[in-house]
């Protein structure tokens, strides 16, 4: 038997460019029991985590071939060489399934991973498009309650396909860190994770916040330091706060833990209906009072064990501040809520998914 893992062509399955899907799936599989027989098929890069399991596709020379399409074609190809049986794991790519289908073995088993809305997907966007996956699929994992309420909006009978399956994060710690006085954004520096009223509530109480430190963690697309127009601006509103206030780009998940650990406060303002929020798991791994946007999958993740807010603004993300600064007392309180309720392991996540692939194995 074995799991071949299709990565969208935009990860970059490599520990320094790393961003949530990669994670995620190598979250996974360092728990995995079925490590020795996972192939993760994905954009070639020179150093990826888990060389033994990953198979790089480079671009083709036909620069009119879709990059998911090729990399789906590689591992299609070496499904069909294999006399044993199959599971693939595609990841938000449900538009590939149908193509997939074609070019396998009837007795190879697909399922498909949301780590985003269904409705903003190719492939999946329609309640006819979302019933074909129902059919074709054998499971469908959803990352959150959200994610799975959206796919399966004006679909009676989901036959006991859709699973929801949360993204595991691996604890680095084994006791609760001494924090220092910072307050972090991490995230895509784009409108849509509200970084701008990250910055508004940080440069109207500056002044009042004179002994903490505040940094933003994140660039426009993940994996790579390039900004754009939008990110410059907020990088140059950002830092003519004051020297305490610094934007350092995207770095590593190693790195960012470190910074977390170390951290008091993050700052969660997403917009936009955020299918899982990786990052406010990650935040509670590491013990951090949590404000965030009470949208999409956050409240599930976050729970009571942070602030939420609805309808978020900058203003309201100030007052929040404010009174965990305040209040030392009301800070810890949700420091060890985060920590101590964590419960998003990736152990345990790993063993979920593991038992989903025996049922798959096993049957007929």
């Known amino acids: 038997m074995f799991i071949n893992i299709l990565l969208p062509y935009k990860e970059k399955f490599t520990k320094n460019k790393a961003s949530s899907v990669s994670i995620t799936v190598k979250n996974n599989l360092e728990y995995s ?10 954009q070639h890069v020179d150093e ?19 990059k998911n399409k090729m990399i789906a074609d590689e591992m299609c190809k070496r499904v069909k060489q294999s006399n044993e049986k199959n ?3 595609v990841h938000n790519r449900p538009y590939l399934i149908k193509k997939i289908k074609s070019q396998i073995k009837p007795i190879d088993k697909v399922t498909l991973f949301f780590h985003n809305d269904p409705l903003e997907m190719k492939g999946s966007k329609t309640i006819s498009e979302r019933k074909k996956l129902l059919l074709e699929l054998d499971k ?7 994610v799975k309420k959206n796919f399966l909006k004006g679909i009676l009978n989901d036959y006991n396909k859709v699973k929801i399956l949360h993204n595991g994060v691996t604890r680095k710690i084994n006791s609760f860190p001494k924090k220092e006085k910072e307050i972090i954004f991490v995230g895509r520096i784009v409108k849509d994770k509200g970084v701008h009223l990250f910055v508004e509530a940080i440069r109207d109480n500056y002044s009042f916040f004179d002994k903490w430190k505040f940094k933003i963690i994140g660039s426009p697309k993940l994996g790579i330091n390039k900004f754009d127009n939008f990110s410059f601006e907020i990088k140059t509103k950002f830092e003519n706060i004051g020297r305490r206030a610094k934007m350092i780009g ?12 170390r951290a008091s406060i993050i700052v969660i303002p997403s917009i936009w209906e955020e299918p899982f929020g990786l990052v406010a798991a990650e935040a509670m791994s590491n013990g951090l009072a949590i404000i965030a946007s009470n ?3 956050l409240p599930e993740i976050i729970k009571k064990n942070g602030i939420l807010i609805n309808d978020i603004n900058h203003k309201k993300i100030s007052k929040q501040l404010k009174e965990l600064i305040i209040n030392n007392k009301l800070l810890k309180e949700f420091q060890k809520k985060s920590w101590n ?3 998003l392991k990736s152990d345990e996540i790993s063993k979920i998914l593991d038992k989903h692939r025996d049922e798959l194995f096993f049957k007929n």
Request: net charge positive; with cysteine; charged share 25%.
């Open 87 to 89: 599971i693939i794991e």
């Open 295 to 297: 949208k999409g999958g």
């Open 341 to 343: 309720n964590f419960i």
């Open 140 to 146: 469908i994992y959803c990352v959150s309650k959200f």
């Open 48 to 66: 990826p985590m888990y060389a033994k399991n990953f198979i790089g596709v480079k671009k083709s020379l036909n620069f009119l071939k879709s």
């Open 250 to 261: 995207f770095i590593n998940s190693d790195d960012l833990n470190i910074i977390m650990r």
């Open 33 to 42: 029991k079925h490590l020795e027989k996972v192939r993760i098929f994905g």
